[in-house]
């Protein structure tokens, strides 16, 4: 019995010994046979960037060669360092990701993802770059110019937190114009003016838009596309000078650009005449001019943002003209009232 295990336990051993050389030896076979193999081509495929394309196949495959020092196509492959020459290909100012592999054919595939810029700074000394979603400066191009929102007014160099915060909001900024197709047509630039405040100077109108910081810039352009529908629309893109769209629930017009200040219990008197001159417009009435505003004192009354509630129904009721009452007759004089009266008593006749 012992015997016969010893047997089977030096039959097992010696058998997986067989298959574990057997591999051993295919691996290295293959190894070996690998490194005779040469590269037989190559495919390059960019994405990214939908709209601009500011680096193209023969770019990358400048890059490339650059990296290996001679041509790509017929190099062993044993030549090819590829997590090295991502890295390389990932340090140019516009590749965002580079991924290389070589499939079953020796063919070495090459992936490429492309920044894609979402906004162009100018600095106040007039220096001007692009940055990307995730706030990352890229240099212009020497191929084309990026159609995207304009900012002015930006600081030369990011120097503390109250910068890079700035940053972070000229990032959102850029991002909310860039993918709204209405916004990117009627957005000439945004300024950046002492306060770190924005204002946009649009493409159609005579008049500054005041955004305030970067927060909630979805619903500041929303208040103002309704502005632009129910007032702009009928009395004309001509007619105010500014609007206020950077407090929460309101939206002020003037027809001039001074700095009187406004104390708070007039502004919400302005603006409720603004909203209801807004509903006036959207059923067809008549539009009466809007209080002249030039500039607005902090309100800290928090009102309910107008975008987000439907306007109440306006309802117009026919005007009746009361009949005008006569002035009541005028009351005979004292005189003519005594000659109008009946003697008390009368005289008896003489004989």
Not at 40 to 68: C, H, M, P, Q, T
Request: proline share 5%; with cysteine.
């Amino acid at each position: 019995m012992k015997a016969g295990a010893t047997i089977k336990k030096i039959f097992f051993i010696a058998f997986w010994l067989c298959v574990g050389g057997g591999m051993f030896t295919l691996l290295m076979a293959a190894i070996s046979s690998r490194n005779k193999d040469r590269c037989s081509g190559y495919e390059i495929g960019i994405r990214g960037a939908s709209k601009n394309l500011f680096i193209d196949e023969k770019d990358v495959e400048e890059l490339l060669k650059k990296n290996l020092g001679g041509t790509i196509q017929g190099r062993m492959i044993t030549g090819f360092n590829l997590h090295l020459l991502e890295m390389k290909l990932e340090k140019d100012n516009w590749i965002e990701d580079a991924e290389l592999y070589f499939d079953n054919k020796d063919l070495l595939h090459i992936r490429i993802t492309e920044r894609e810029p979402i906004a162009r700074l100018f600095t106040g000394s007039g220096y001007s770059y692009y940055i990307d979603s995730s706030g990352r400066s890229i240099d212009l191009s020497e191929k084309l110019s990026a159609r995207v929102p304009v900012i002015t007014g930006f600081p030369d160099q990011l120097k503390n937190a109250k910068d890079s915060q700035l940053l972070n909001q000229v990032r959102k900024l850029g991002a909310f114009i860039y993918h709204d197709p209405f916004w990117m047509a009627q957005v000439a630039q945004v300024d950046i003016n002492e306060n770190r405040k924005f204002e946009m100077v649009p493409v159609v109108g005579n008049h500054l838009v005041r955004l305030g910081d970067g927060d909630d810039m979805a619903a500041k352009f929303r208040r103002l596309m309704i502005f632009y529908q129910q007032v702009l629309s009928k009395v004309g893109f001509e007619k105010y000078k500014l609007i206020d769209v950077q407090y929460r629930g309101q939206v002020v017009a003037s027809r001039f650009t001074g700095n009187p200040k406004v104390d708070s219990v007039q502004l919400r008197k302005n603006v409720e005449r603004l909203l209801q001159l807004s509903w006036e417009a959207a059923t067809d009435t008549v539009i009466h001019q809007l209080p002249v505003i030039s500039t607005l004192a902090p309100d800290s009354a928090i009102a309910p943002d107008p975008s987000l509630v439907d306007a109440p129904e306006v309802r117009t009721t026919p005007v009746v003209k009361e009949k005008r009452k006569l002035p009541e007759a005028v009351k005979p004089k004292e005189k003519e009232k005594e000659k109008a009266r009946k003697p008390k008593a009368v005289m008896p006749k003489k004989d």
